[in-house]
């Protein structure tokens, strides 16, 4: 007899967890169905900067936005820096605006030996954004 409660209880307890197993993901699916998802940009669509030195010293800077269908109005400002003792130090700046969707920089400058990065700041219809590149040594 005791072996026979020890078998249904321990069917029971099975039972019971199978269906207390069994609706604890629908539970949770649900919850996760009810987050509101908001773009994080309304305006661009993308945007980057980059640098590259070749081994002449001749660095390589772009930077780019793209807005989102529009958008009537970008512009990019792109900043070259050098390291100089652990501190960013601005060496040469360029910009570019557009009545459309695109504006970008691309450019070439002569760098004397050190490490360098972009920054860059851009908008498109009045919302901005910014990022930095890679660090570069020549």
């Known amino acids: 007899m005791k072996k026979l409660i020890r078998q249904l209880t321990g069917i029971a307890a099975c039972v019971c967890m199978l269906l207390c197993g069994g609706t604890l993901p629908i539970t949770a699916v649900a919850k996760?169905?009810?987050?509101?998802?908001?773009?994080?940009?309304?305006?661009?669509?993308?945007?980057?900067?980059?640098?590259?030195?070749?081994?002449?010293?001749v660095a390589t800077i772009t930077g780019s936005v793209t807005g989102k269908a529009g958008v009537t109005q970008t512009s990019v400002k792109v900043t070259l820096q050098k390291s100089v003792s652990g501190t960013w130090t601005n060496v040469e700046s360029w910009e570019a605006s557009s009545?459309?969707?695109?504006?970008?920089?691309?450019?070439?400058?002569?760098?004397?030996?050190?490490?360098?990065r972009v920054t860059m700041t851009c908008s498109a219809n009045g919302e901005s954004e910014s990022t930095t590149s890679a660090t570069k040594t020549y």
């Open 32 to 57: 996760e169905a009810s987050v509101q998802i908001e773009p994080r940009m309304t305006y661009i669509l993308s945007y980057g900067a980059d640098l590259s030195i070749s081994n002449n010293g």
């Open 99 to 116: 009545d459309s969707r695109n504006a970008s920089v691309n450019t070439t400058y002569q760098v004397s030996r050190g490490t360098y």
